[in-house]
């Protein structure tokens, strides 16, 4: 899977770098050299959040180090103030995506740990390994860590709603299949 999601990263990102070369010469005043540092910086976490195995502490640094280079290359216009708000909004939005996320993985390290009672370790084998376990013992608490559904703001989303219900009552259903193994 790790080779798939390199080989999708690398596919997007050489047509985004050939493409910045015309495009970044309409803009020679904004320090076109600051450009590319923030845009290898970011493909380099991609490459490392994709394929670390560490589920807390180096996916966190691989995030962090996305996050950053995304915020500069996002604000990289800075003289409209629609892309300093959209940066922002997208700091704000990657932090707490981060948190949720080691607030997921901490819930299934510990809850993996604890099921097949092993030490804590917070790599995603060891989580995998456990994880039928885990849908046997534990299952709201592995979709709570795996899956949120929004709650509708209008009528309107209802539908949307429903729609949600039904792909994770089928999800569950896949769930429950590969871990009995039926």
């Not at 990289?76 to 996320?101: D, G, S, W």
């Amino acid at each position: 899977l790790t080779a798939v999601f390199l080989g999708l990263i690398a596919s997007i990102a050489l047509p985004a770098a050939f493409f910045a070369i015309p495009y970044l010469d309409r803009y020679p005043d904004y320090g076109v050299a600051r450009y590319y540092p923030y845009f290898l910086l970011f493909l380099a976490a991609m490459y490392g959040l994709v394929s670390t195995t560490d589920m807390m502490w180096f996916f966190f640094i691989f995030w962090q180090m996305m996050t950053l280079p995304g915020y500069a290359l996002i604000r990289f216009e800075h003289r409209k103030p629609e892309n300093v708000r959209a940066a922002n909004r997208y700091l704000l939005m990657m932090q707490i995506a981060c948190a949720l996320t080691m607030l997921g993985a901490e819930l299934l390290a510990v809850s993996s740990a604890v099921a097949s009672g092993t030490t804590l370790k917070y790599d995603f084998d060891a989580v995998s390994r456990n994880l039928p376990v885990l849908l046997q013992t534990r299952p709201v608490l592995v979709a709570t860590a795996c899956h949120t559904e929004p709650r509708p703001r209008s009528p309107g989303l209802e539908r949307q709603r429903n729609e949600m219900a039904i792909t994770a009552e089928r999800d569950s259903l896949l769930l429950e299949v590969a871990a009995n193994g039926r």
